[in-house]
């Protein structure tokens, strides 16, 4: 059994989670669920970054304490494991998770050959909370947030990333450290050769208002939010404590022979692609196995802010998956990101968007096709599925697409891609309502050799469009399967998968 450990990033939580912080849970936990069914032995982790500096502005501005206004909307990330039907294994948060500061502070000392101190002025974005150099901004401002960065000159911890050029480059080129799509593994690679900068790995206490994790042996300064962050990978499973819970979890999921894949926006790839990992090497850990690297979502044509895009005034944003979730369902909103999401190249959200894709395929298409397939063996055969018979004239591609669905989705989502993986799955109802149509069983009614026929393969497409939805939908899945599973020998009465939500 291979272990298979997936994580998320862990969003800031400067504001309450938005439908691009789904997208990323949705297609870690379709991972987690496609391996848990191949028999890997699966962890799936996600959780929140409590100790970003941009969480006490904010929390400044909302007028709250830093530690209320973090707890609350924490619990609201927490809340979309529920909301969007996430097998999520392990949630941690950053400032309060007792397994996390140890691990820092041991991960630190631990990568303390490559720590030095030093006077630092430069450009730095308090949205990003990182330094930029005068090359990398646009007409002088963030490529982020499209604002002014502020000139910041303190004394702070650096970390040596110079060193690790090449051996970044080794582990990359020979497919150690996967990243996905191609892409985004060349802008890395461009990254690197490009000349790696130590980066500064502290900074002062009092500049953070006190939040954070001091920096062992000085106090004056705090673990700066991404190194901080960026360990959770770790010290979620153990790392830097003591005894048996680092043996078991460290080293099941992080020092063993399995994957070690790490979800992420484009927006931090150079952190987790380069900082991270030469943070590992230094640290004498393993690197991860793969770095799948998604493009960011709008949300009615505008970039989605975290002060909430499109929000009715003073009402909760429309754009919040778990409000979405309980409005449309988790299976519509799973769908539509799972569906229209390309590989690469950013989408644009819109509910009308998610109410036409979700009553087109999963309303019209699939439920549609499995309410007349449970219906017709129910009128035709009393809800006895007919004995295995050859595929009828006819069904020779919906026969094709339900016995290669399989392997069209473990190699799409190999490659990371969703909307190929889901297509495969789409491909069993597409051809099955089709083959309904050309073979019009209710006019073979009374010739029994041909109708047995084509109400087996049509059974069959159900069971499979069940079985294979199971990663993509696992609520929908589960009904499917209940409708296509005889009880006592005969099929239930057919009753509605979907519900249409067009009004
Ligand atoms: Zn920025």
């Not at 191949?38 to 970054?49: E, K």
């Not at 720590?115 to 005068?134: A, D, K, N």
């Not at 979800?263 to 900082?275: N, P, Q």
């Not at 919906?398 to 969703?418: K, P, S």
Request: hydrophobic share 40%; with cysteine; proline share 6%.
């Amino acid at each position: 059994m291979t272990a298979t450990y997936i994580t998320t990033t862990i969003p800031y939580v400067n504001a309450r989670p938005h439908i691009g912080h789904a997208l990323e849970l949705v297609q870690a936990d379709v991972l987690a669920r496609y391996h848990r069914g191949r028999g890997d032995t699966v962890r799936f982790q996600a959780g929140t970054d409590d100790n970003a500096l941009k969480n006490v502005l904010a929390a400044g501005a909302a007028g709250l304490g830093v530690r209320e206004f973090v707890d609350r909307n924490a619990e609201a990330f927490g809340a979309l494991g529920g909301a969007l039907s996430l097998s999520v294994d392990d949630f941690i948060r950053t400032s309060r998770d007792p397994r996390h500061r140890p691990g820092v502070e041991a991960f630190w000392r631990a990568c303390s050959g490559d720590l030095y101190r030093r006077q630092y002025t430069g450009l730095y974005c308090t949205g990003c909370e990182q330094f930029y150099r005068p090359a990398e901004l646009r007409d002088g401002r963030c490529p982020e947030h499209g604002t002014e960065p502020e000139q910041v000159s303190e004394e702070n911890w650096f970390f040596r990333l110079s060193r690790y050029a090449a051996p970044l480059r080794e582990a990359i080129t020979s497919g150690r450290l996967r990243i996905e799509p191609a892409g985004r593994r060349n802008e890395v690679l461009g990254l690197i050769d490009g000349g790696l900068a130590d980066f500064s790995v502290s900074r002062p206490a009092d500049r953070a208002g006190g939040w954070g994790i001091p920096v062992p042996g000085d106090p004056a300064q705090v673990v700066y939010v991404w190194f901080d962050a960026l360990c959770n990978y770790v010290t979620a499973l153990g790392y830097g404590q003591e005894g048996p819970a680092r043996d078991e979890a460290y080293r099941r999921w992080w020092a063993g022979a399995g994957n070690r894949v790490h979800l992420l926006g484009k927006g931090v790839l150079r952190f987790h692609a380069v900082c991270w990992p030469a943070m590992l090497l230094a640290s004498g850990q393993q690197l991860p196995t793969g770095i799948f690297v998604h493009d960011y979502l709008t949300a009615a044509g505008r970039k989605i802010s975290k002060s909430g895009a499109g929000s009715p005034a003073g009402g909760p944003s429309s754009f919040e998956p778990a409000a979405l979730a309980a409005e449309y369902g988790a299976d519509a909103v799973r769908w539509w990101l799972l569906r229209e999401v390309p590989r690469v190249g950013d989408a644009d959200f819109t509910v009308a968007r998610l109410v036409a894709r979700a009553d087109d395929e999963l309303a019209n298409g699939l439920g549609n096709l499995v309410n007349r397939v449970v219906a017709m063996i129910g009128r035709y055969r009393g809800g006895l599925i007919p004995a295995p018979a050859p595929v009828p004239p006819g069904g020779a591609d919906l026969d094709a697409a339900i016995r290669l669905a399989g392997d069209r989705v473990g190699t799409a989502l190999a490659g990371f891609d969703f909307r190929q993986a889901t297509a495969a799955v789409w491909a069993i109802a597409d051809e099955a309502n089709r083959f309904i149509n050309h073979a019009r069983p209710w006019a073979l009614a009374d010739s029994g050799g041909q109708l047995d026929a084509v109400l087996y393969l049509l059974a069959r497409a159900c069971s499979a469009a069940g079985r294979e939805l199971v990663p993509f939908l696992p609520d929908a899945a589960a009904r499917i399967t209940r409708q296509c599973t005889p009880h006592d020998g005969r099929l239930p009465a057919p009753s509605p998968v979907f519900r249409r939500l067009a009004r």
